[in-house]
Antibody, heavy 117, light 106 residues
Framework: QVQLQESGPGLVKPSETLSLTCTVSGGSISSYYWSWIRQPPGKGLEWIGYIYYSGSTNYNPSLKSRVTISVDTSKNQFSLKLSSVTAADTAVYYC???????????WGQGTLVTVSS | AIRMTQSPSSFSASTGDRVTITCRASQGISSYLAWYQQKPGKAPKLLIYAASTLQSGVPSRFSGSGSGTDFTLTISCLQSEDFATYYCQQYYSYPSFGGGTKVEIK
């Protein structure tokens, strides 16, 4: 049973870069699509982007200019960087695994990131 | 971007009820639709994909139907553990979610 665990700072200052890592255990990061999805407090879900294990990426057009997702197969990890954050980026950030794009079968527990000075 | 609209946004129901949630896409998405269940403080859980294919381990009281722009999620006999928020999500193009439907206890 694959497990995903997000890690990173819970507080980021406005205009800075949010950085999160997802560690995958119980399975290989090879194959599958690895995604970041977020949920502002009390609101709905928003797909941030995904990366295939080979390194190809696809980002939400509304966030594309600020997002970078990368994968480190040697560490079984993938990462998210979101630049120039504002309070609107405050959310629970989930890392997730999909066998096919858009069909997310496995999720991390989520980590709350607050943007505040 | 494809916009997904769910209705209703919330409603109350009783254990044993048959409930239906609808989801409409702003353009045709064939059957590239998934449904997720989310409970407070937890990550979403995949229920259905390809509009009507039940994910392994999901109870058969859950079913999905539709294609093109109009879709439904049906719970045939609501159980206590089904009170949650449900999201539809298209993956015909860049993935996007509906706004969610909260099912509350009457």
């Amino acid at each position: 049973q694959v497990q995903l665990q997000e890690s990173g700072p819970g507080l980021v200052k406005p205009s800075e870069t949010l950085s999160l890592t997802c560690t995958v255990s119980g399975g290989s990061i090879s194959s599958y699509y690895w995604s970041w999805i977020r949920q502002p407090p009390g609101k709905g879900l928003e797909w941030i982007g995904y990366i295939y294990y080979s390194g190809s990426t696809n980002y939400n057009p509304s966030l594309k200019s600020r997002v970078t997702i990368s994968v480190d197969t040697s560490k079984n990890q993938f990462s998210l960087k979101l630049s120039s954050v504002t309070a609107a980026d405050t959310a629970v950030y989930y890392c997730a695994r999909a066998k096919r794009v858009g069909i997310v079968e496995d999720w991390g527990q989520g980590t709350l990131v607050t943007v505040s000075s | 971007a494809i916009r997904m609209t769910q209705s209703p946004s919330s409603f109350s129901a009783s254990t044993g009820d048959r409930v239906t949630i609808t989801c409409r896409a702003s353009q045709g998405i064939s059957s590239y639709l998934a449904w997720y269940q989310q409970k407070p403080g937890k990550a979403p859980k995949l229920l259905i994909y390809a509009a009507s294919t039940l994910q392994s381990g999901v109870p058969s009281r859950f079913s999905g139907s539709g294609s093109g722009t109009d879709f439904t999620l049906t719970i045939s006999c609501l159980q206590s553990e089904d009170f949650a928020t449900y999201y539809c999500q298209q993956y015909y193009s860049y993935p996007s979610f509906g706004g969610g439907t909260k099912v509350e206890i009457k």
